[in-house]
């Protein structure tokens, strides 16, 4: 099942839904970067409310989203890992380290929203 | 366990021979019933055993298990015993009675009943014989099932209690809006460590908290497992979007860390849980001023 990519003013939004196979992620991967540029998005939110599990393969795919999606000028955050998996995802040595995490969207919309206040300071 | 039977062929309902000796000892118990009750009671009194309890008391819990005892003889089955144990045991821990108490008391009732058997049967030995040889095996075996029934209710009190405080020890607390305090104070084993993580997680998610400080003044020693474990905790709950501030490592407890090499560096430590209160604040843009500092209010 493909993942929905939704555009929500700057914010890209992709709702994972349910488990997905190492193919679906990659079209996912895809799919972000390209979009990304498409409607110059600054901000990407994946939420991974729904997953009960995230192995090494997926970590490492929305490790590298978030990289990616850093050159595209824009950043990524991760949202709604839920306490179990967090905690099985640590003990398997899973960080995601330099990723953004928040609780559920509406955090990691106040986060994208204080980062661009931050960058845009930064500029003036 | 003491309540199964038939195992031991001594224990057995046995012969026609043995259960007529037992049947005949059974009545003979139940005839000087409120002698040897008080004889007991005396004894009991004497030895200075169930001293948290009243006279009354005591005698009122002999005659019970007086009765117990008897029926226990004469059905050869230990279920009703058994249980009746448990029950007891339930009320008289809580007095403070102790295991030699409860042995003792058991053991003295066997006593007093053999010595009744040798006054009743002294003329005649090779009855005395017969007549312990169905009694002992079986007094004994009440003995065992008494103990038994007490042990198994002391560990599950100890049990019941050990949950209780595990619960108790490990409370998530808010303190503002978005900001978590746990404390730990006491000793931290594989098992509080989890459940403390556990707890933790949960309650960054009930109360959508952004920092958590944990503070570990009240942690004598922590070894390498346990700290690793700190910093699974730690990363687990930035995986869920909340950082977190580790207060109050103790001096032993700093050198130990860097000692066995824990890698520390992804943790973020402030003192004391003043200071951690304080950085929490700061990173959830709070600023605390005293009230006369405070522009006034037009």
């Known amino acids: ?124 | 366990m003491a309540t199964r039977k038939g195992d031991d062929p001594a224990n057995a309902p046995g012969t026609d021979a043995t259960s007529a000796v037992l049947r005949e000892l059974v009545a003979h118990l139940r005839q000087h019933r409120p002698a040897l009750r008080e004889e007991w009671a005396q004894r009991i009194t004497e030895a200075r055993l169930l001293t948290t309890m009243s006279r009354d008391e005591v005698f009122a819990e002999a005659t019970s298990v007086y009765d117990n005892y008897v029926e226990a003889l004469e059905t050869g089955t230990f279920e009703a015993l058994h249980a009746y144990a448990r029950n007891l045991s339930e009320r008289i821990i809580p007095r403070g009675v102790e295991t030699h108490e409860v042995l003792g008391i058991v053991l003295l009732l066997r006593d007093v009943l053999a010595r009744s058997l040798f006054a009743k049967y002294q003329g005649d030995f090779d009855m005395l014989n017969r007549v312990l040889d169905a009694y002992e095996p079986a007094a004994n075996r009440i003995a065992n099932t008494v103990a038994g029934g007490f042990l198994e209710e002391r560990e599950r009190i100890i049990h019941q209690q050990q949950e209780a405080m595990r619960e108790l020890s490990t409370p998530v607390l808010q303190v503002r809006e978005r900001l978590l305090i746990l404390p730990i104070i006491g000793v931290i084993d594989s098992k509080r460590a989890r459940q403390l993580t556990e707890q933790l997680l949960r309650g960054i998610r009930a109360n959508r908290a952004r920092v958590v400080v944990i503070d570990i003044t009240g942690v004598a020693a922590m070894d390498s497992s346990i700290a690793n474990h700190l910093v699974l905790t730690v990363e687990a709950s930035r995986l869920l979007g909340a950082s977190v501030i580790v207060t109050g490592l103790s001096p032993e407890i700093a050198q130990t860390l860097v000692r066995i090499g824990v890698n520390l560096g992804k943790m973020h430590t402030v003192g004391d849980l003043q200071g951690g209160i304080e950085e929490a604040e700061r990173v959830l843009g709070y600023k605390v001023q005293p009230v006369s500092e405070a522009p006034p209010l037009s």
């Open chain 1, 1 to 124: 099942m493909a993942v929905p990519i939704l555009k929500q003013s700057q914010y890209l939004i992709a709702t994972i839904q349910s488990a997905l196979s190492d193919a679906e992620l990659l079209q996912l991967r895809d799919a972000l970067t390209q979009q990304v540029g498409r409607y110059r998005s600054r901000g990407v939110i994946v939420d991974v409310t729904a997953l009960d599990v995230l192995d090494s393969f997926a970590s490492r795919t929305l490790r590298d989203v978030a990289s990616m999606i850093r050159l595209r000028g824009a950043e990524t955050v991760i949202v709604g890992i839920q306490p179990e998996v967090a905690f099985a995802m640590v003990q398997l040595g899973i960080t995601l380290e330099n990723v953004a995490t928040a609780l559920d969207l509406e955090e990691g919309l106040a986060y994208l929203d204080q980062e661009k206040l931050k960058r845009g300071r930064e500029r003036s």
